[in-house]
C-alpha cells in the first residue's frame, strides 16, 4: 500500500511540474489604443489590430463585443498556435453628429488575462465643402 501511494505521490508532483511550466496564452498587441483623428461624418473608418501568442497553448478567442452599434468588430476566429499572429479589424461608422469619440472593444478569450479592452477613439468633423478652391 506504501508503494501505491509513492508511485502516486511521484506522478502527481511529475505532472505537477511539467504543468508549471507550460505558459497558458497570452495576447501581445502592437497597440492597444488606435486614433483615428479627424473622420468625415457618415464615412466608415477601419483599424487591425494585431497581435501575437506569447503563451504555449493555442490562443482562443470566444467573442469580441464592442460598446456600441456603431462599432462592429471581425475577429480571427481559429486557435492561434504559440508565436500565431492574429486580427481583431475594427469598423467605427460615424454618425451625423460632429463629435469626438471613445469606444471600447471587449474580447474574451482563453488567455491567462481573460478579457482584454482596446481602445478607438477620434472625432468625427463635417465633411469639406467641395466647392472650397483656395489653397492650403
Given at each position: 500500500m506504501k508503494k501505491a501511494i509513492m508511485l502516486f505521490a511521484l506522478i502527481l508532483g511529475i505532472s505537477v511540474a511539467v504543468n508549471?511550466?507550460?505558459?497558458p496564452a497570452e495576447f501581445k498587441f502592437e497597440k492597444e489604443t488606435f486614433d483615428f483623428g479627424s473622420i468625415p461624418l457618415n464615412k466608415p473608418a477601419t483599424v487591425e489590430f494585431k497581435f501575437t501568442n506569447i503563451g504555449?497553448?493555442?490562443l482562443i478567442i470566444s467573442k469580441?463585443?464592442?460598446t456600441c452599434g456603431c462599432t462592429v468588430p471581425e475577429y480571427t476566429q481559429t486557435p492561434v498556435?504559440?508565436?500565431g499572429m492574429g486580427t481583431i479589424k475594427v469598423t467605427y461608422n460615424p454618425g451625423a453628429?460632429?463629435?469626438p469619440?471613445?469606444?471600447a472593444i471587449t474580447i474574451s478569450s482563453n488567455a491567462k488575462t481573460t478579457t482584454k479592452v482596446l481602445?478607438?477613439?477620434g472625432t468625427t468633423v463635417a465633411a469639406a465643402d467641395k466647392s472650397?478652391?483656395?489653397t492650403k
Open positions: 508549471a511550466q507550460v505558459k504555449d497553448q493555442p469580441v463585443e464592442s498556435k504559440k508565436g453628429t460632429p463629435l469619440f471613445v469606444k481602445y478607438i477613439k472650397d478652391t483656395s
